[in-house]
């Protein structure tokens, strides 16, 4: 990738946290690179933060943040787009609606918002996408703070690797 970096984190390093563990359902997973995921118990939002150590990625980069998902066998909902909300603290502003089941052509407008498989079976969607040195300036370091919210019914049955940073 010419010397730029990427980076994985684990869905524990950012959605699992003290004061939200009934909302989730730690799991152990050997397709994990993690050895655990979380799973998304009944509830229309999930909220995904953390903060990012500059030094983990590449300087004045643009980057896409992919969720890195499964849907369980017992999920029964997801066919309407996800709203995405963030990154900003402050900001409560809708960025972009993606789908967490692909949906059927004629819905289909930016080819980023569709889930994609991946070569180790999981599945991955483009949640946002950042230049590194504009976040930076702002906060130091990356602040990743976005809301992904249900149109339609819960969250339940997602099923969370982690996230993936790539330059793009």
Not at 11 to 16: H, I, P, S
Request: aromatic share 10%; proline share 5%.
């Amino acid at each position: 990738m010419n010397g730029k970096q990427r980076l994985m984190l684990s869905a524990k390093a950012v959605l699992y946290d003290s004061s939200n563990v009934k909302l989730f359902r730690l799991k152990p997973s050997e397709q994990s690179r993690f050895g655990d995921v979380i799973e998304v118990l009944s509830q229309p939002v999930v909220r995904i933060k953390c903060k990012i150590d500059e030094l983990y990625l590449s300087p004045d980069i643009y980057y896409r943040c992919y969720l890195i998902f499964k849907l369980s066998e017992k999920c029964r909902g997801l066919h309407c787009p996800v709203k995405v909300r963030g990154p900003l603290h402050r900001s409560n502003k809708v960025i972009k609606n993606l789908y967490l089941r692909s949906p059927n052509a004629w819905n289909i407008h930016d080819i980023d918002q569709v889930p994609k498989q991946r070569e180790d079976g999981w599945m991955e969607v483009n949640v946002w996408t950042f230049k590194t040195k504009d976040v930076q300036r702002m906060f130091q370091g990356i602040s990743v703070n976005l809301k992904l919210i249900s149109y339609e019914g819960t969250m339940s049955g997602l099923i969370v690797c982690g996230l993936e940073f790539r330059p793009t």
